[in-house]
C-alpha cells in the first residue's frame, strides 16, 4: 500500500499543472454516452491514430483536481488486470473540465442489458466470476473500489464472456477514513446506510462484498433485494430476520434462488463487515445451480415484494405521478370541514414528499 501511495503523490506532483485545450484538437466524432450532474463521458476517436475511445469529463467547478488525479492515478495503476477498464496514460484540462481517456466497450455498460427476469444462470454467472477477479486484483493492491453496479460492469461482447469492472471515481486505501454522502441506495452495504450524513465511516473490502452480493441479486432477477439497508426497510428487515433464525419465513424475493446460492448470499449480506466473507468465497459456488427450475421464463415475486425492475415498462416519472394523483384523489374524496382545510393540505404536502421511489409499485 506504502507503494500505491507514494506513486501517486509522485504523480500528483508531477501532473499539478494540466495543459488546456481544446478536444478538438485531439478528438472528432465526440458522441455524449452517459453524465450525471459532473461527469460527462463521451464516446471519441482519436485524430492522430483514430482509435476509438471513451473520454471521461468532470466538471474542475465542482471537482478538485486532485481527486481527479486520484481516480485517474487508480485506473492507470490497475489497468493491467484483464477485467478492469484499461485507461491510458494521458489526462487533459479544459476551460471547465478535467478529462482522460479509457478504452471504449462497444457493447455498453450492464444497465442497458440486465431487464426483468435477470439475465438467466449461465450469463449470472459469467459476469461475477469476472468481477470477482477483478475486486481480488484490487484488494491484494490495499484498495476498495466502493461503486460495484451495473453502470460500472462494461461488456465487451454480447455473450457477457468479456466485462470490465470500472468507474474508480469512489476508491479508496483500505481503513480511510471517508464521509457519508446524503444518498439513498440499494447497493449500499448496512454500515454505509447507517452512517449519519456528512459524518464518516472507515472503507473496507467487506463494503465490495456486500455489493458483489447484490450485483448476483440483480443479475438474477433484474430487481434489487430492498430500497435501503436498513431495518426501516420492510424487505431488508425480513431478510435480517431470516438471516439471524428469528424466523423460519424466508423472504419472498429470495424464494427464487437455491439453498446452495442463500448460502453464499447469507455470507455475502451478511450486516456486520466484520462476519461478513470476502468476495472469493463467490469461487466455492461457480458450479452449483443458483436459480430453482420454473415453468415460466423470468423470476416470480408475489405482490407484497413488488418493486421498480431495472427494465421496468413505466417510467419512475410515471410512477410518480400515479403515486400523486392516487394521494390527491384520496384527499379529494375524503370531505373535511373547511376549518381543516389548511392542516389537510399540509398533510397531504407531507405525504407527497415521503414517496419512497424504489418501492412505489
Request: glycine share 4%; proline share 4%.
Amino acid at each position: 500500500m506504502a507503494d500505491v501511495i507514494s506513486s501517486f503523490k509522485s504523480l500528483s506532483t508531477k501532473m499539478q499543472e494540466l495543459a488546456t485545450l481544446e478536444m478538438d484538437r485531439l478528438f472528432s466524432d465526440m458522441r455524449l454516452l452517459a453524465e450525471n450532474t459532473n461527469v460527462k463521458v463521451y464516446a471519441a476517436t482519436r485524430l492522430d491514430s483514430g482509435s476509438s475511445v471513451a473520454l471521461k469529463c468532470v466538471q474542475k467547478e465542482t471537482t478538485k483536481k486532485t481527486d481527479f488525479l486520484r481516480e485517474f492515478y487508480c485506473n492507470s495503476y490497475l489497468s493491467p488486470h484483464p477485467n478492469i477498464v484499461t485507461c491510458y496514460d494521458e489526462a487533459y484540462a479544459t476551460e471547465a473540465y478535467y478529462a482522460f481517456a479509457q478504452e471504449l466497450a462497444p457493447v455498453g455498460d450492464m444497465s442497458k442489458h440486465v431487464k426483468r427476469g435477470g439475465v438467466g444462470d449461465k450469463r449470472a454467472k459469467r459476469v461475477v466470476e469476472q468481477v470477482v477477479f477483478a475486486l481480488e486484483y484490487i484488494h491484494k493492491k490495499e484498495l476498495v473500489h466502493r461503486d460495484v453496479c451495473l453502470e460500472n460492469i462494461f461488456i465487451f461482447d454480447h455473450g457477457l464472456s468479456r466485462v470490465k469492472l470500472g468507474d474508480f471515481g469512489n476508491a479508496e486505501r483500505v481503513g480511510a477514513f471517508v464521509k457519508k454522502l446524503k444518498v439513498r441506495s440499494p447497493w449500499a452495504p448496512p454500515e454505509v446506510s447507517l452512517a449519519v450524513y456528512n459524518e464518516g465511516y472507515y472503507v473496507h473490502s467487506a463494503q465490495d462484498a456486500w455489493q458483489l452480493g447484490i450485483l448476483i441479486f440483480v443479475c438474477l432477477t433484474g430487481s434489487y433485494p430492498w430500497s435501503s439497508a436498513d431495518i426501516t426497510d420492510r424487505h431488508y428487515k425480513s431478510w435480517v430476520a431470516w438471516l439471524k433464525r428469528k424466523t423460519t419465513k424466508m423472504p419472498p424475493r429470495f424464494k427464487c434462488f437455491t439453498p446452495r446460492l442463500l448460502r453464499l448470499l447469507r455470507r455475502l449480506l451478511e450486516p456486520k463487515p466484520e462476519k461478513r466473507y470476502g468476495v472469493e468465497e463467490v469461487y466455492k459456488y461457480l458450479s452449483d445451480p443458483w436459480l430453482l427450475q420454473v415453468d415460466h421464463p423470468g423470476i416470480s415475486f408475489d405482490k407484497c415484494s413488488s418493486d421498480i425492475w431495472l427494465g421496468q415498462m413505466w417510467s419512475l416519472q410515471r410512477l410518480v405521478e400515479k403515486k400523486m394523483v392516487d394521494l390527491l384523489h384520496s384527499y379529494l374524496t375524503q370531505p373535511e370541514p373547511v376549518k381543516k382545510e389548511s392542516r389537510r393540505c399540509v398533510r397531504f404536502a407531507a405525504e407527497v414528499e415521503a414517496i419512497d421511489i424504489v418501492n412505489l409499485v
